[in-house]
């Protein structure tokens, strides 16, 4: 079983930055591809961000090109995601995703990021 932990969320004012962190229980960490996702109160789950296994390859929903910045580091087994000219309609749950070449899929708990003044 592969656990992923995020942290890193919090309260930040509009236009502050913040990085979230996903660490995963692997010694195979670098046979992953990575994702994040956030969900707001009322609405689906989002697709934010996603890393190839090499950390060549990179891709970004819409909302945030240009804002976010995925990046991991296979030694320390996580990825990370930093988030910079935070809006307030980023506020939402974070969750850390993981899947393989065989498609098997793991889902961190989520952490919480509020963006407000």
């Known amino acids: 079983q592969v656990q992923l932990v995020e942290s890193g969320g919090g309260l930040v004012q509009p236009g502050g930055s913040l990085r979230l962190s996903c660490a995963a229980s692997t010694f195979t960490f670098s046979t992953y591809a990575m994702r994040w996702y956030r969900q707001a109160p009322g609405k689906e789950r989002e697709w934010v961000a996603e890393?190839?296994?090499?950390?060549?390859?990179?891709g970004y929903g819409d909302s945030v090109k240009g804002r976010f910045t995925i990046s991991r580091d296979n030694a320390k087994n996580t990825v990370y995601l930093q988030m910079n000219s935070l809006k307030p309609e980023d506020t939402a749950v974070y969750y850390c995703y993981a899947i393989d070449g065989s498609n098997h899929e793991y889902w961190g708990q989520g952490t919480q990021v509020t963006v407000s003044s």
């Open positions: 890393i190839t296994t090499t950390g060549e390859g990179t």
